[in-house]
């Protein structure tokens, strides 16, 4: 009924930057939050990146802040997470995800895409 497609992830240096996006489609009545998560290697928990309401208050992991931002269009649906200075550690797979109420729906329910691979090495 609703899909998350991520892009942009990739193979960087460290110290360089990228940005993801992803988009939602299908049959949304309404997105609320929308967030990224990453998984550092596989059976690993997701950890929270960054949350964006749709009025834009956010939520962080405390030690990301300062090098991330994230955005949102709201009329595309989409979500950014823009990312500087990046380092080994940030190496995972990054997950959108999205609160969302479908058309008919009384209930909305999270969301997740498939993920994007950042890697950092040199």
């Known amino acids: 009924q609703v899909q998350l497609v991520e892009s942009g992830g990739g193979l960087v240096r460290p110290g360089g930057s990228l940005r993801l996006s992803c988009a939602a489609s299908?049959?949304?009545?309404?997105?609320?939050?929308m967030g990224w998560y990453r998984q550092m290697a596989p059976g690993k928990r997701l950890e929270l990146v960054a949350?964006?309401?749709?009025?834009?208050?956010?939520t962080w992991a405390d030690s990301l802040r300062d090098r991330f931002s994230i955005s949102r269009d709201n009329a595309k649906n989409a979500v950014y997470l823009q990312m500087y200075s990046l380092t080994p550690d940030d190496t995972a797979v990054y997950h959108c995800n999205a609160i969302v109420r479908v058309w008919g729906g009384d209930i909305a329910t999270p969301y997740w895409g498939r993920g994007t691979q950042v890697t950092v090495s040199s």
């Open positions: 949350e964006i309401t749709t009025d834009g208050e956010t």
């Open positions: 299908g049959n949304i009545d309404k997105i609320y939050d």
